[in-house]
């Protein structure tokens, strides 16, 4: 019988009141163990050795607790965590108050470690069992009355998918995907819970804008209050608490991030409620402002604590100021992104300069470390666009915050527009002029965008506008239609044409490859000789026709025949002699004599050279004169050669009755010494009968006989038995 579903099984147990037996479902209050789970709360920060121990004791609590939990069986587990109040309180506090990765913590003792270790995966384990509905063939719950489980009892929810993608998704990626793509499946309420949601996350967003007091326009409907006036900016924002902002939003976008990792499926949700376009178009630069705000806060008070100084102080009272300088930096030197932005703002280079002008025991060394931290810092990114990102110079009102309210009076010749413009170009400059460069056919293409709405405006009026907005059409479209352009855009002429850009280079007048100006580059020349262009192995006829040509022959014959002159004596001029310059230590007893050299019975190559003759390849089928000549000689040579010598016969095809003759001699010749061989090797081995002695013959047979086994049928069977013999395998 198959089993039945946990919601709608049965089960018979003991009234603890009548004492009689009763059914009662299986999932049912009364099934639940009196068990009180206690809250969680994060490690202390100090290490203070009493809330260390108090810490301790509370998380052994809890991982008890979980530990106990998870070894119940399926319906008392369900039951539990079903009815049991106190463990979703639990599970939510440690939820909510875990540390996350980039919280600040100081590290923790080992026992702290160890049973937040502990902790960590039990309580994720805890929910991964309920986000199963089926541990198995016999303990399951229906789906669709899983479904209703979790969402009538709240046992998940989405700020707590949430937490549990961003504290468990490193590491437990495919077990977390698993989990909340069934929580979804079983429960489609949740896709609901997502977008209602959406507004509240968009939300966060917009509270940090306004407790930075970079509200973008629109983003609230609210009337704003009087006592909001003085709110701070980030320029002039206490420490601790633009810290916690920046943490805020770290915990924010980490969290996103984190579940759309693990549940890309949620993305159309976030795309309906435009969530792309919102953050770009108004957190994105307002975070960007808001950097760049920060890298001139740093700069002002290094100026004020350490650069004025120097430029206002003697020579002897300024080392301090320049020690407090380098020790500033050197802290800073792994920070590499920082690095980069503030010395594209603000050169260090420049910095150093003045240290070294305003002292002249500056630490070198110290100085050439920073100079190089900053110049790796750069490594990967271009410096000439870094330096373009500076905002160009607007007229700026410092008595003036940037959520657009006025702080002190203002003149009275500032048009509100004017106010506006300046906020907008103060608010957007950083990140407006870090925008990608766009050129071509999507260039032209967001031109024509603008230019449908708006015909009446020129190209060249469209293509500052959109060079100012980082090329955000929609951006320029609303703020020419609202009359809210930049002032430099505001004073161009709006009928202005796009100026062609000169042509660059010509790719074929600039260009350098292996065809430059020769034979075959069409690009210099206008015909090309198209018979000496072929593909693959070019064809040159039969081989006859190729041994037929003899045009290199013909090329090589007047070299070869200049060797045909050969001197054979060297007459000697008078003015060779050394009569008049005679030396002692020379011997000149046969200067003037050739000794040997006329003898009549010596033929040495000093006067019997042969004439050099045309090798045989480099002759023509006509021969001069001269050629009949050397023949006449080489055949006279060739002549008196033969007579010398003994005629040799020329093996180069033989009689076939001579071949046969002496290869039955040799086959002859073979058997007879084969069967010599075997008779004498068997009367040897033989000898003669016991006790008569072995002639000399004999033994040495029997050793051929012996060392010739393994040619036979005993596969040196004797050496092996030898050498086993010698290695102790066998007793001797």
Known sequence: MPAL?????????????TGKQRTSPALHPEQKADRYFVLYKPPPKDNIPTLVE????RATFVANDLDWLLALPHDKFWCQVIFDETLQKCLDSYLRYVPRKFDEWVAPTPEVAEIQKHLHRSVFLTFLRMSTHKESKDHFISPSAFGNILYSNFLFDIPKILDLCVLFGKGNSPLLQKMIGNIFIQQP?????LDETMPTILQVFSNILQQCGLQGDGASSTPQKLEERGRLTPSDMPLLELKDIILYLCDTCTTLWAFLDIFPLACPTFQKHDFCYRLLADL???FCHSKKKLMEVFHIILTQICLLPILESSCDSVQGFIEEFLQIFSSLLQEKRFLRDYDALFPVAEDISLLQQASSV???TRTAYILQAVEGAWEGADRRKAVKTKDPPVAQDPDRDYNGVTVTAEPASQKPSQRENSEQEECTGAATSRGPTIGGVELDSLISQVKDLLPDL??????ACLEHYVYDPEQVINNILEGRLAPALSQLDRSLDRQAKPAPT?????RHNVFQNDE???FSRDSVDRSRIHKGRRKEGSARNLLNDKRAVAAQRQRYERYSVVVEEVPLQPSDHHGDNYEDEYDDTYDGSQVGANDADSDDDLIGRRPFTIPQVLRTGVSGEGEEEDEEEEEDEEEEEAEDQSPKPDHFVQDPAVLRERAEARRMAFVARKAGYCHDSSAAVAGSPRGHGQSRETAQGRRKKEASKATRANHNRRTMADRKRSKGMIPS
């Open 5 to 17: 579903p946990l919601d709608q099984l049965q089960v018979t147990h003991k009234d603890p009141k």
């Open 54 to 57: 108090e810490y301790l004791e």
């Open 189 to 193: 309420s949740y896709y609901n819970d």
């Open 284 to 286: 994105w630069q307002r």
């Open 362 to 364: 500056l630490d070198e």
């Open 458 to 463: 020129g190209e060249g009026f469209i293509l």
């Open 506 to 510: 010509p790719l074929l007048t600039s």
């Open 520 to 522: 075959f580059d069409v």
